[in-house]
């Protein structure tokens, strides 16, 4: 009979869990997508009012919440050695239902209810819902860009061509979330501020649920356009291993903990805008600098 392995055992098992994992961890993301979908069904319109709204808030975290599978999955496959055809495929899919599909159907339910319980309907409805449909067209171009682009190594994850759709979902998800934070005015923070909604607060309220269905259109644009070059802020945070970048981390996720939704409103708003604005200073400058 031929010798046993040291350890008593055959490698292989360990070599298909390990293949497995990135896996399970991508199946986690297309999971929160579900949820997030079905929480924004769940939203009815009754008598005139919406039932349920604060379904709309749970599905903006449960995107958040697939954004942490999205970050590891990739990560833990690259680090295990077992990345594939078949994982890459399955995480674009996920990527589709949870920040894609789910983004563009919040945008739109939480539109139509807020002109709901102000007691008017939405004057243009069909707009928001084809401006909707740019950004789940935007992010499902996307990824089927990165699909053809895909490259395994590391070196290539630091950088992204285009808004990645995680970012893009999560911009629409912390606005949804602020929304609710200010609406309902039950925080800590808040009712220091206030024992009340001030008046500037609704105002704010309105702004969003304004200005969210043109944010939708530019953020599918940005995520196909090739003229910006996206951060990949997970791994460049990840990577470095200083000790004044684990203090910065530390200090981030327990402004993070304590207020959650202008923290993460204000992080995926500048991270959209700073590409494009590096951009245009740098054409600025170039202009001033060339010859009349």
């Not at 983004?103 to 819902?129: D, N, Q, R």
């Not at 009340?196 to 995520?223: D, H, K, N, S």
């Not at 003229?227 to 530390?250: C, E, G, K, Q, T």
């Amino acid at each position: 009979m031929p010798a046993a392995d040291d350890d008593g055992g055959d490698p292989r098992p360990r070599a298909s869990a390990a293949a497995v994992l990135p896996n399970l961890i991508t199946i986690g993301n297309a999971v929160c997508g579900f949820l997030a979908l079905t929480h924004i069904a769940g939203v009815r319109i009754e008598d005139g009012h919406p039932s349920n709204l604060e379904y709309l808030n749970r599905a903006a975290w449960f995107i958040l919440l697939g954004m942490v599978f999205d970050v590891f999955d990739g990560r833990v496959a690259r680090l295990t050695g077992a990345t594939s055809a078949l994982g890459a495929q399955l995480d674009s899919f996920c990527d589709l239902v949870t920040f894609g599909l789910a983004p563009a159907g919040l945008m739109v339910k939480l539109h139509s209810c807020a002109y709901f319980e102000l007691g008017t309907h939405a004057p243009w409805g069909k707009i928001v819902w084809a401006l909707g449909l740019l950004f789940f067209l935007g992010a499902m171009l996307r990824l089927a860009r990165f699909n053809v682009d895909h490259e395994p190594g590391e070196d290539h994850h630091l950088c992204f061509k285009g808004m990645p759709t995680p970012a893009a979902a999560g911009t629409v998800a912390a606005l949804v979330l602020c929304y609710f934070w200010l609406k309902n005015w039950k925080s800590w923070e808040l009712l220091m501020l206030a024992p009340a909604q001030p008046e500037w607060a609704q105002e704010f309220c309105r702004a969003i649920i304004i200005f969210l269905p043109f944010v939708t259109p530019l953020l599918g644009y940005a995520m196909v356009s090739t003229r910006f070059n996206y951060p990949h802020v997970a791994s460049r945070l990840l990577v470095r291993r200083d000790f004044d970048h684990l203090v910065w981390l530390i200090f981030g996720a327990i402004l993070l903990a304590l207020t959650a939704e202008p923290v993460l409103a204000i992080g995926f708003l500048g991270y959209m805008a700073w590409t494009p604005i590096c951009v245009l200073i740098g054409k600025l400058k170039g202009w001033r600098a060339s010859p009349a």
